[in-house]
């Protein structure tokens, strides 16, 4: 369990972009360590057939139909949560997209789209989630940030300056809220094997795609979802405590290359 439970019930956690990828992993993670879960992603159907298997499984567990875009999801989410559990403990930030491209290939449209989903909507609903952390004695904020937020990229500016910009929101909230018992940390995943990843490839085609990615690897394959729930959950235990503010790499060395 985490340092957040308290008598009044089981500990949520609210995730978002769960329906598939990390954010599905995340959520099995913390299904498993015995948290009620409020699933927030665009897809109802997914997101309702998810909510259905895990209470098939004894877990707690709602969908929370969102576009974290809209500038007023974020306080009808908390919402949500608390009505749905009578709390929140932890938030997980993993909803993002990702737009390929240089400068000159980017669009204005592009740009603010990657930056409403990747950072905008991370700031808007941490903010949100606040006051629900304080009326538990304090929680934990985890944002699925990027390898790129350390290093530059290549051909992916839009992404990788919205996942800089979630690492150093990441240290400004930890160092605003560590005093109220409210940590904040940030998983910086490589590359991972989820939908995303060589997107629009399929087959063999994708198969040969991330192969090649894996080779670039230090440790010789790209990371599962299952590599960063792991540490998605360890960063909301009992065990990271005393952590905040911290940037995990997740990507089999890639960023110390």
């Not at 019930?9 to 978002?16: E, L, R, S």
């Not at 927030?40 to 974290?68: I, N, S, W």
């Not at 937020?149 to 979630?166: H, M, N, T």
């Not at 990843?197 to 790209?222: C, D, K, N, S």
């Amino acid at each position: 369990m985490t340092e957040t439970t308290a008598a009044n019930g089981t500990p949520c956690a609210i995730v978002t972009g769960a329906t598939s990828g990390i954010g599905a992993a995340i959520a099995s993670a913390l299904a498993a360590e015995g948290y009620a879960l409020l699933l927030v992603g665009r897809r109802e159907a997914a997101g309702q057939a998810m909510a259905d298997k895990f209470r098939a499984q004894g877990v707690e567990a709602a969908f929370h139909a969102a576009d974290l875009s809209d500038t007023t999801a974020p306080e009808a989410v908390v919402q949500a949560a608390n009505a749905a559990f009578g709390r929140v403990d932890v938030l997980i930030n993993n909803a993002g997209i990702l737009i390929q491209g240089t400068a000159e290939d980017t669009t204005d449209a592009d740009w603010n789209r990657v930056m409403d989903i990747n950072l905008n909507s991370v700031f808007r609903l941490s903010r949100a989630v606040l006051p629900a952390l304080r009326a538990q004695g304090g929680g934990a904020i985890v944002n699925i940030a990027s390898d790129w937020a350390l290093v530059g990229a290549k051909g992916a500016l839009a992404y990788a300056v919205s996942k800089a910009a979630v690492a150093q929101l990441t240290r400004c909230m930890a160092l605003d809220h560590a005093h109220e018992g409210i940590r904040v940390n940030a998983v910086c995943p490589g590359d991972t094997d989820t939908p995303m990843l060589a997107a629009g490839l399929t087959g063999a085609a994708r198969a040969q795609r991330v192969a090649e990615y894996g080779a670039a690897i230090p440790m010789g394959r790209i990371g599962t979802p299952e590599d960063i729930a792991g540490v998605a959950a360890f960063l909301v235990s009992d065990a990271a405590r005393y952590m905040t503010g911290t940037l995990i790499p997740v990507d089999g060395g890639a960023s110390a290359d």
